[in-house]
């Protein structure tokens, strides 16, 4: 199933004295890049937790936001760090002499410090904080995980939906694509006419002229191709996983096509066409950036 790369997941839980709350975020990014920080004297949970989301979100930027405090009485009481107080206090004064006024700091501010006000202590039984942050850190990863899934689907609904009307306008391409080479000995016969010079050229010239023509505006390969192409995209929908790489390439080659078939056939009836289904590739890569 396609994954996408935006989704929120969060959890509360509450054991042995502590109440833990994570919320996690992820957009779109080249790679997996995944921001936490993790409570003071637990940082050897990061990297376990890094390996669990890489390997249920192989990409995107993923924020994560803990919080682990004393539910009710127990537990350890929040304290402040005072020689980084002193020295925040410093900085803020030197910053004020150097911008000529005041810089305002407010209470949320301080306590979103967790080195500046926080607790080491984990009480009698540290143990069991960090299988509670464990524990919550799992299930709102699974949230997450859940949530970017249902996105996913909903992009590879709509993907399909307009590969579906890019073979359509295809279909309507490739008859007038056909009738090109007879609308040009159509035009040139009008042409020459026009100028009085039919009766001076040989039909055999015109002929060998409408041949050269026919042969220079062939889209038959451009047609087999994109037909392929939205044939492989087809399958990377139905297939999942981490497809995003290669769509964006295979729209890449398609828009290539397009390009080169707009160039061969180029006929007044064909350009909005051309312009139509340029526009549809342009719509999917921007819906691919956000694909796994």
Request: hydrophobic share 40%; glycine share 8%.
């Amino acid at each position: 199933m396609i994954q996408s790369m935006t989704g929120f997941g969060q959890c509360e839980l509450a054991e042995a004295g502590w109440r833990c709350h994570v919320e996690m975020r992820s957009v779109n990014g080249r790679y997996l890049d995944i921001r936490a920080r993790f409570p003071a004297g637990l940082g050897h949970l990061e990297d376990p937790f890094k390996r669990q989301v890489k390997a249920q979100c192989p990409r995107g930027k993923i924020e994560v936001s803990i919080t682990l405090l004393p539910d009710g009485a127990a537990g350890s009481a929040p304290r402040v760090n005072r020689p980084l107080l002193q020295a925040y206090r410093s900085l803020l004064e030197e910053l004020e002499t150097a911008l000529g006024r005041p810089v305002q700091v407010s209470l949320g501010d301080l306590t979103a410090n967790r080195e500046l006000i926080g607790s080491n202590d984990w009480g009698d039984d540290p143990g069991a904080v960090e299988t509670l942050l464990q524990r919550t850190l799992e299930l709102a990863l699974d949230d997450l995980v859940s949530m970017r899934v249902t996105e996913g689907a909903a992009l590879g609904k709509t993907l399909a939906a307009q590969l579906a009307a890019m073979r359509r306008i295809t279909e309507k391409m490739a008859p007038l694509a056909g009738d090109l080479p007879g609308v040009y000995a159509e035009k040139l016969r009008e042409n020459l006419k026009r100028l009085g010079g039919g009766e001076m050229v040989a039909d055999e010239r015109i002929i060998q002229e409408i041949a050269l023509f026919a042969e220079r505006c062939d889209v038959t390969e451009e047609f087999e191709r994109l037909k392929a192409h939205f044939d492989h995209l087809d399958s990377l929908l139905e297939s999942g996983g981490q497809v995003g790489k290669k769509i964006d390439f295979l729209l890449q080659e398609m828009n290539r096509e397009v390009n080169t078939l707009g160039v061969k056939s180029n006929h007044l009836r064909m350009s909005p066409l051309v312009i139509e289904i340029k526009s549809a590739i342009e719509k999917l890569r921007e819906q691919t950036q956000n694909i796994v």
